[in-house]
């Protein structure tokens, strides 16, 4: 049954993880397999369907290429998910297998459960859920909350009822995994990538196959082919919401899901005359104001192309990707994202003034 189906492989993972990074290569080892793309990205601009697009690959076009930026996809699986799947299943050349790139803050598991939709459910099926983990954030334990203190936050406060919400979602992301890639293995050492594994595996709620990686490089083999049917196995993967949600309906009691514990923004910069400078101030940006993820596009004046900046907490990567089109507008655009409490102005003011050097 499920040799008729297409194969979908969605790839999940915490902001900044490496998500696209892998998927890029996915795309330069494909070996003539027509590889259709769904990417969904939290914040208004578009940077991982760019970058995707800009790498050029023949098996995935730009008409390959479809992105979701209208909020996370986990919270619009009916009005833009759904329609778009259908749309691309509707094409007279069927694409041999899909890959789902959610963005870092979605909660996969209510992706999953809508490949169970009448429409969905007999063209396509989960291949595999694919979690990709940053196992220099987890050794640095950016998930590891103090829960002395959040114990302490619930007895001040009633309405606190879960646990942070980059712990929360990491450990989501993990439980609903079929593969876990423990990706930037080059930045730590064998002793703390074995501590990443134990600590990976104690918070998954089940036991998924684990691999490491380096700038995601993993062979296609690996990734596509998992043949899990993984919507069919759903209530395994419960998310810490809809275990909440389970226990406030029984208690006769609603449960709310949305992002409102994150926030991002987008900052125009214009050009940037001394990118090194730029970066090292950036870097100061984000320490001092706890900034998430920073990315997108910089405008260099005298350079043909457009530089791409991309910040996952204080580490930054930049290089320069494309030239600049005929007839676009030259500009530095970065998204910006944070807790809900992050602060806009500031920020935007800080970005602003080190842009200008
Ligand atoms: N050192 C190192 N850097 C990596 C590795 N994989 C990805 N990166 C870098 O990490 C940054 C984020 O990578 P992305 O692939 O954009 O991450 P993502 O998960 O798609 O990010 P979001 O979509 O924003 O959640 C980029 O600067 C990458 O170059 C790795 O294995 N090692």
Redesign the pocket.
């Known amino acids: 049954m499920q040799g008729q189906k297409i194969p979908a492989t969605v790839i999940t ?10 998927i890029r290569h996915l795309l330069s080892k494909a070996d003539g397999r027509r590889i259709a793309l769904i990417v969904n ?1 939290f914040g208004d601009l578009g ?2 369907g760019d ?1 995707l697009k800009g790498c050029g690959a023949e098996n995935c076009t730009e008409d390959d290429i479809v992105e979701l930026t209208n909020g996370c996809i986990c919270c619009t699986v009916a009005d833009d998910f759904i329609p778009t799947m259908e749309k691309l299943l509707d094409r007279d050349e069927k694409p041999d297998h899909i890959v789902i ?1 959610t ?2 803050l979605a909660l996969p598991q209510p992706l999953v459960a809508a490949f169970n939709w009448p429409g969905i459910k007999p063209r396509v099926t989960v291949d595999g859920v694919i979690t ?1 983990v940053d196992s220099a954030a987890v050794a640095d334990g950016r998930f590891a909350e103090d829960h002395e203190r959040l114990d302490a936050q619930r007895r001040d406060d009633d309405a606190l009822d879960h646990e942070s919400p980059l712990e929360e979602l990491f450990e989501d992301q993990l439980t609903a995994a079929d593969l876990i890639v423990l ?5 730590i050492d064998d002793t703390r990538l074995e501590a990443v594994r134990s600590d990976v595996a104690v918070r998954s709620k089940r036991s998924p196959a684990m691999v490491t ?4 490089e993993v062979p296609p083999a690996v990734l596509l082919g998992l043949g899990m049917e993984s919507e069919a196995d759903i209530a395994n993967r419960k998310s810490h919401h809809e275990r909440a949600h389970d226990a406030a309906h029984e208690a006769g009691e609603d449960h709310h899901h949305d992002h409102d514990e994150f926030d991002s923004f987008v900052v125009e910069a214009g050009a940037i005359a001394d990118p090194d400078r730029f970066i090292e101030q950036l870097k100061s940006i984000i320490s001092d104001h706890d900034v998430l ?1 920073l ?1 997108g596009f910089a405008d260099v004046p005298g350079k043909p192309m457009r530089l791409v900046i ?1 910040a ?1 907490g204080t580490r930054i ?1 930049s290089y320069f990707d494309r030239p600049w089109s005929v007839g676009e507008v030259r500009g530095s655009r970065l998204v910006v994202i944070g807790l809900h409490d992050i602060d806009k102005s500031t920020i935007e003011t800080a970005i602003r003034q080190a842009a200008g050097g």
């Open positions: 993972g915490f902001l900044g993880a490496g998500k696209t990074t892998m990205e940077v991982d970058v790139e963005s870092g990709v990706n930037k293995a080059d930045l990686a380096k700038g995601g993820r990315k991309q996952v990567d």
